[in-house]
């Protein structure tokens, strides 16, 4: 498996295990080179996750472009990758978890707000501007006063 971090073609599988319900298996690899870790999943093909877009139309599930906009929202935050894909994870699992096949974006990226607001709150305004697509300064100035409320 390539590594994330350096494109190196060899690692060692440090963990595997099933996920809760058994549908995948879940796979902790050190690549052999830089000996950063990173987790692969294998699931049976025929059992896609789909995501139900604003538009209705359907696609599949894709961990990597949930990541990269994550990596930029957090851009020069105390944010690390691992924090990441771990927030990933954890919203694969979940919607597995949930024997569901097809979950809303929408679903997806408020789960992804409530997991980043933990992590790091500048990411988290970032996130959710590109997100819900704030239209002006006003919609902005609103989920920002929100989220000082809820301190
Ligand atoms: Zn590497």
Redesign the pocket.
Known sequence: MK??????EE?KVIDSRPTDEGSAIRRRRE??????RFTTYEKVESLPLMVIKKDKTRQVFNREKLLTGLLRACEKRPVSVNDLEQLVEGIESQVYNSLQREVTSKAIGEMVMSKLKNLDEVAYVRFASVYRQFKDINTFMDELHKLLKEK
């Open positions: 590594c994330p971090y350096c494109g190196f690692d690549c052999c080179k830089c000996q950063k």
